[in-house]
């Protein structure tokens, strides 16, 4: 199994920055691919940005490309998020994820952290 914890999430205002960390734990090596989504009150989760756990490449979803840059320290065991020039549509609780090898869809889930961005 693989543990994942949130953290770096809170209340900021908008065009500000925050930076979330996801920290790994358990069967990290049956890790294929690490990602973020997010959840805003009254709507399903939806799919922010991934990347391989290994090896290059990294995914947005359209909405937050050229704002948000997924980046992971392997080293370290983390997945990060860095969020710039936030807007109040942002506002959602964040979770990472993780999907082992041979997985049809991310498999392991954290307990999400809160960023709520003021107008």
């Known amino acids: 199994q693989v543990q994942l914890v949130e953290s770096g999430g809170g209340l900021v205002q908008a065009g500000g920055s925050l930076r979330l960390s996801c920290a790994a734990s358990?069967?990290?090596?049956?890790?294929?691919?690490m990602g973020w989504f997010r959840q805003a009150p009254g709507k399903e989760r939806g799919f922010v940005a991934s990347?391989?756990?290994?090896?290059?490449?990294?995914y947005y979803a359209t909405s937050v490309k050229g704002r948000f840059t997924i980046s992971r320290d392997n080293a370290k065991n983390t997945l990060y998020l860095q969020m710039n020039s936030l807007k109040p549509e942002d506002t959602a609780v964040y979770y990472c994820?993780?999907?082992?090898?041979?997985?049809?869809?991310?498999?392991?889930w954290g307990q999400g952290t809160q960023v709520t961005v003021s107008s």
């Open positions: 990347m391989p756990w290994l090896g290059a490449g990294s």
């Open positions: 994820a993780a999907r082992t090898h041979g997985a049809n869809n991310f498999d392991y």
């Open positions: 358990g069967r990290t090596s049956s890790t294929s691919t």
